[in-house]
């Protein structure tokens, strides 16, 4: 008991001290797993069930009543049943007057009900004080004491003090509670738990696609076009040459896509003439994942320096550089340093790397924690100021990178450009519209229209 | 003035306005420093204390009367005494009987006295209402100013007035409160300051001796063994390339130690056919340290990413490379590329590189902010999900690794197995039987048993 | 509708339920974008203006009326005017009286009026109820949802059934309210959107003019002095070989200014024989700023990282290595491994590895959410032992990287030492300083004036 570590003991805080009493109505798994955990951090706990035959499923410290008896034991009633069953409270209405109703539920789907499982019990019971709260954490996490995950609850409620003691048992049993305000957020915290990353579903798609795409076009320019045409058998390319091609191109890609909404709504409120009207339904959505988009990026961006810098470990990197030292040995010559390719190698690897610096210090700020801890001011000069400063640095990098066979013949196979040449479009796309708009004459309407002026006011009736 | 930082400003906001008075009992370093800080901040400060000549230490605006005067001043009283001297505050009884009490105190030790300093106050004073907060701020930091740490000062009490008083100083001192409910939360809230990582010594001293034995093997086979038998000097090996072969074991197996818990779990679940009985303590234990096992072996890997990637820059190295290519060009043949080879170490490299990306990934998400921005079923998804493919791309890059030497005898120096052989063993028998616990007939009742339904019944009596 | 994202929920509630009205006076930007927002939160919103004619850029289910009638509508009124205009108020005072007031008023720069605005509304109307909020919001994110910055609105106000009532607005309207108190935080709650980065000025501008200077100076002896005397152009190291250089450097110095202030602080505390004065204003700033100047050091440190890992990507690498083999060749003679430089070459690596392992950890701990999970001893023990043990590597890494040239005479041209040898000299002189410090025979004496001790209690005076 001495060496009690921080976890455990905020988990089961102290069992020395008596509590008061919680009733708790059903006896299914999460009704049985809260009632462990409550008579662990010290309260009495009264299950309300329809047979009064002592389950031994049921911890051994707690009681069991019938509905009735159990609820006037208690000032906080858990409604730990399903709700489908809700209608089975309405003839304890009375004796349920005054208390405080907890509702845990959850539902199968999205938009199962019109209204949520906790504005419904409060309308069945006008006369009690539904709190929603719990239905967020995991019965299972909750009983094996391992709550590696989020430890908030998310509590709502339209009385302060029926929430108040609903937040101190949330406390109690080693949780955070987060006061999501009145019962009118119930629906928000019944669907919370029900989402898989709804807002990475699209730029996880979409990257997906265009990942796909390009490895098949690199494997068809640089495996198949070289078997055929040259016999050469580069089959082993497919472990890092090519992901290593694609990765950079599709973190250029990506990163120009975030702002490339940002450009389509300047040029509609340009022609507008006004921002008091909704954009398009797809540019809402396509700004509401740009930080995802920007993070997926970034992830590209990482494996592209990794598997950057693991090139001398490869065994086709040393046969390569061997070969090439051994065929001068042999040609009795040493060849001097070319001081062209030495410039363009090292701004290319400069450029590169500074790019991929600015694109780490943007994710790091996107980090919740560091962007509760900036005003907006600052938001929106790291990551519009240093966020187009890494997309130009990006996109010289790939520019540099095709350095003097840019427009050679040679470069094309089956007449089909190098990857890194089509993932500059819409990169430069971007510089060259925002390099447009930054001008006075163009800047100059548009901050005023984004201070709320309008230039031609009917339009936006 | 006109230059004060957001940090200056939150520590000492305004010194033009001020606030009501508050009364410190005792005149210690803690009720200095505290007295100090809140002088700045606005407030008016009496200091209660047994002789009233004023003492130099003593902030200067402070006001200094004995006790039962100093209490009269003030609706909040800061006890900053040691608790073996509360008693003399019971003749004070009637003079504090309504007033709020603020307890700061701390123990020397962990579950030095049977209660909380804060309810053993409350039970000495029944009529005053007593709330814990302070306790967690150093007093050097409350000078200082200095406070780059938690600002976070958790307070409890059973009095919701009472404990607003005291958030509301809190916040004026530029202190973030964190209400932890009720005062029996004091317990927790005084042991906290006495932790130093209680949840990393068990993983921490776990990997000194894995990875002292691993360091100490390896020196026997690579550098002893090599200097007896071969009679080469190889012990420079210590700094980078036997570190670079203890690092890539150690994370290996603290990741597969990661998932072997809950491996057990399952097992011993499906043995005993119910969830409602306590795993034994070992295994709780283990399953608590898991995050900090995680990241551990992310420590590791990451070393030996690094490690890795310094290779070309190492004397040995380039020596090592000089010497093949000069042997080519002596021996006058050009090595043709080896497929074989080229396959093998770009996969070999690929499959580390995915690997450790899904590590940091985990790392990420593991990260207090994020993962209390996901939601179970999310945090499930990264951890189980993305854990095991992680798993299984770093134990795919072990194996790919050994190659071809696997089994060759002359591997074997001294008849021992090299160290990435034996590292193998944990995450294979944890991957086995994660495999056979996936399969339909297994996995079928186990989710049963998860979801709160017994094979047994009577068992869990 | 069905695939609401969690993010876009959380911006639009729910549309469907119908909550209290709240009045707005002013119909400016700022008031129409808050009026949009609130009525797509299911709020009636009530708008008082001057002229009562419906402009069509009011939100077109809202209602515009004259103030007077519009106040009476609401409980609750947004006072969307700028603070030169406030006295138009004080005729409505009585209609205003024990109506909650929510002053979101921003200044155009800090310290413009001698008090807040919220506080100044406050005087003029003593009978309403004045609350700080959503000053720190951006018109323009509120309108376009694109909150992906912070969502907190920090809220403050005597009255805390009023503060409520607000806080409850802000959870409707999918952002996170934070209590800041009382009124008195108003003035740093409306100075808090107009900071950009005040910390981090002084580090920033310090770090600018060093690598200036530095990167000259290295010009100077690398560039130049090699052009004019060894008549070879190397200008192309201004891309990678220079900001290699620098890059270290200023790593290490920022690294050791983090500590020198607690060098400084300690010996004044040792000099006056007391922790009771004040530092002077210098030493408190700079120790303020000791976080940012370590973050801005792990950026170089960083750099220095990748920098230093594409070496072998560069073509200038390629060609040295070459000509080193190809004149081997050409001598015909294999030079054996030196073992003095491999072990030179393995330590300085590997040092420089643990240094910067460790100063990344030092960087993750003083990220907000993880130094909020972290008590004062635990930070104390990160920043403190680990933070002195990463100087101490990174100052080793130096000092064997100098090695053998260390004072060899060739190394300095035009007399003047490498930037490296430079850079030596504030690490090793804290490292000494703190070396004397931890002495038991000054150690000592300073533990017991940090406890409050004082050498010379009248020095206090």
Same mark, same amino acid.
């Given at each position: 008991?001495?060496?009690?570590?921080?976890?455990?003991?905020?988990?089961?805080?102290? *069992?020395?001290?008596?509590?008061?009493?919680?009733?708790?109505?059903?006896?299914?798994?999460?009704?049985?797993?809260?009632?462990? =955990?409550?008579?662990?951090?010290?309260?009495?706990?009264?299950?309300?069930?329809?047979?009064?035959?002592?389950?031994?499923?049921?911890?051994?410290?707690?009681?069991?009543?019938?509905?009735?008896?159990?609820?006037?034991?208690?000032?906080?009633?858990?409604?730990?049943?399903?709700?489908?069953?809700?209608?089975?409270?309405?003839?304890?209405?009375?004796?349920?007057?005054?208390?405080?109703?907890?509702?845990?539920?959850?539902?199968?789907?999205?938009?199962?009900?019109?209204?949520?499982?906790?504005?419904?019990?409060?309308?069945?019971?006008?006369?009690?004080?539904?709190?929603?709260?719990?239905? *967020?954490?995991?019965?299972?996490?909750?009983?094996?004491?391992?709550?590696?995950?989020?430890?908030?609850?998310?509590?709502?409620?339209?009385?302060?003090?029926?929430?108040?003691?609903?937040?101190?048992?949330?406390?109690?049993?080693?949780?955070?509670?987060?006061? =999501?305000?009145?019962?009118?957020?119930?629906?928000?915290?019944?669907?919370?738990?029900?989402?898989?990353?709804?807002?990475?579903?699209?730029?996880?798609?979409?990257?997906?696609?265009?990942?796909?795409?390009?490895?098949?076009?690199?494997?068809?320019?640089?495996?198949?076009?070289?078997?055929?045409?040259?016999?050469?058998?580069?089959?082993?390319?497919?472990?890092?040459?090519?992901?290593?091609?694609?990765?950079?191109?599709?973190?250029?890609? #990506?990163?120009?896509?975030?702002? #490339?909404?940002?450009?389509?709504?300047?040029?509609?409120?340009?022609?507008?003439?006004? =921002?008091?009207?909704?954009?398009?339904?797809?540019?809402?959505?396509?700004?509401?994942?740009?930080?995802?988009?920007?993070?997926?990026?970034?992830?590209?961006?990482?494996?592209?320096?990794?598997?950057?810098?693991?090139?001398?470990?490869?065994?086709?990197?040393?046969?390569?550089?061997?070969?090439?030292?051994?065929?001068?040995?042999?040609?009795?010559?040493?060849?001097?340093?070319?001081? *062209?390719?030495?410039?363009?190698?090292?701004?290319?690897?400069?450029?590169?790397?500074?790019?991929?610096?600015?694109?780490?210090?943007?994710?790091?700020?996107?980090?919740?924690?560091?962007?509760?801890?900036?005003?907006?001011?600052?938001?929106?000069?790291?990551?519009?100021?240093?966020?187009?400063?890494?997309?130009?640095?990006?996109?010289?990098?790939?520019?540099?990178?095709?350095?003097?066979?840019?427009?050679?013949?040679?470069?094309?196979?089956?007449?089909?450009?190098?990857?890194?040449?089509?993932?500059?479009?819409?990169?430069?796309?971007?510089?060259?519209?925002?390099?447009?708009?930054?001008?006075?004459?163009?800047?100059?309407?548009?901050?005023?229209?984004?201070?709320?002026?309008?230039?031609?006011?009917?339009?936006?009736?």
């Amino acid at each position: 008991m001495n060496k009690k570590s921080s976890n455990t003991m905020a988990l089961a805080p102290n *069992t020395s001290n008596k509590r008061e009493t919680v009733c708790i109505f059903g006896t299914g798994d999460f009704g049985r797993a809260l009632g462990h =955990k409550m008579i662990q951090s010290g309260y009495s706990v009264v299950y309300g069930s329809r047979s009064t035959q002592i389950s031994n499923l049921i911890p051994k410290d707690a009681e069991v009543l019938g509905h009735a008896e159990a609820a006037q034991k208690a000032a906080i009633i858990i409604i730990a049943i399903q709700r489908q069953h809700y209608n089975f409270l309405t003839p304890l209405a009375e004796v349920l007057h005054g208390k405080v109703l907890v509702d845990i539920s959850n539902n199968l789907k999205l938009k199962q009900y019109p209204e949520s499982n906790a504005e419904h019990l409060a309308q069945l019971l006008p006369g009690s004080k539904v709190v929603k709260a719990f239905n *967020t954490v995991s019965a299972w996490a909750l009983q094996s004491g391992t709550l590696d995950a989020s430890r908030q609850v998310f509590v709502c409620g339209d009385d302060v003090e029926a929430k108040q003691m609903v937040m101190n048992i949330v406390r109690a049993l080693g949780l955070t509670p987060v006061d =999501k305000g009145s019962l009118l957020a119930a629906q928000e915290v019944e669907n919370y738990p029900l989402q898989l990353f709804p807002m990475w579903k699209f730029p996880i798609f979409l990257s997906l696609g265009l990942t796909a795409f390009f490895f098949f076009y690199c494997v068809a320019l640089d495996i198949i076009y070289t078997y055929i045409y040259e016999n050469n058998n580069f089959s082993f390319f497919i472990a890092i040459t090519i992901p290593n091609r694609v990765c950079p191109v599709m973190a250029l890609i #990506l990163l120009a896509l975030v702002y #490339l909404p940002g450009i389509f709504a300047a040029i509609i409120q340009l022609y507008r003439g006004t =921002k008091y009207r909704r954009f398009p339904d797809w540019l809402d959505k396509w700004m509401l994942c740009r930080k995802q988009l920007g993070l997926i990026a970034l992830a590209f961006a990482s494996l592209h320096v990794v598997f950057t810098l693991v090139t001398p470990m490869r065994s086709f990197a040393r046969w390569r550089t061997g070969k090439g030292i051994i065929s001068q040995v042999l040609n009795n010559k040493t060849e001097p340093l070319d001081h *062209t390719n030495a410039w363009l190698s090292d701004s290319y690897l400069a450029l590169g790397i500074l790019g991929f610096f600015l694109f780490v210090l943007l994710g790091i700020t996107s980090l919740p924690s560091v962007s509760n801890n900036v005003n907006w001011r600052e938001f929106r000069f790291v990551q519009s100021k240093l966020g187009y400063l890494a997309l130009i640095l990006c996109t010289a990098h790939t520019l540099v990178y095709g350095g003097k066979w840019f427009l050679s013949p040679s470069a094309y196979k089956w007449y089909l450009p190098n990857i890194y040449i089509l993932s500059l479009i819409v990169p430069c796309a971007v510089l060259v519209v925002k390099f447009v708009l930054i001008f006075p004459c163009i800047d100059k309407p548009l901050t005023q229209i984004r201070q709320g002026w309008e230039r031609n006011p009917k339009y936006s009736k």
